[in-house]
């Protein structure tokens, strides 16, 4: 079992930057693939970013390229580092891993079997 565990989320004001971090432990070996994932109030969840295991490849959504970058550290932890925040990024924001390897990120819910349990990230106008 793979346990994943999100911080980092709270109320800014729009044009801030916030820090999400994704720590994971669970099993020998603690490099993941990691997608980051948010979901509004009456949306469905929707991609954001995401890392394979060796931090070699990134993709971010087209929404939030350009403010949000996708990272790891030499400890594993993978952060979201967002920039000049809006309103419409509020949301739960979700870290999900997953074990394959090589180049692998998933863009897809579907595609990773490991979630946490969320942090909210709330940006006021």
Same mark, same amino acid.
């Given at each position: 079992q793979v346990q994943v565990v999100e911080s980092g989320g709270r109320l800014v004001q729009a044009g801030a930057s916030l820090r999400l971090s994704c720590t994971t432990s669970g099993r020998t070996s603690n490099t993941y693939a990691v997608g980051w994932f948010?979901?509004?109030p009456g949306k $469905?969840?929707?991609?954001?970013?995401?890392?394979?295991?060796?931090?070699?490849?990134?993709? $971010?959504?087209d929404s939030v390229k350009g403010r949000f970058t996708i990272s790891r550290d030499i400890n594993s932890t993978v952060y979201l580092?967002?920039?000049?925040l809006k309103p419409e990024d509020t949301a739960v924001y979700y870290c999900a891993a997953d074990t394959r390897r090589s180049s692998w990120?998933?863009?897809?819910?579907y595609e990773y079997a490991y979630w946490g349990q969320g942090t909210q990230v709330t940006v006021s106008s």
């Open positions: 948010r979901q509004a $469905e969840r929707e991609f954001v970013a995401a890392m394979n295991w060796s931090g070699s490849k990134s993709d $971010e959504a580092q967002m920039n000049s990120l998933g863009v897809q819910t």
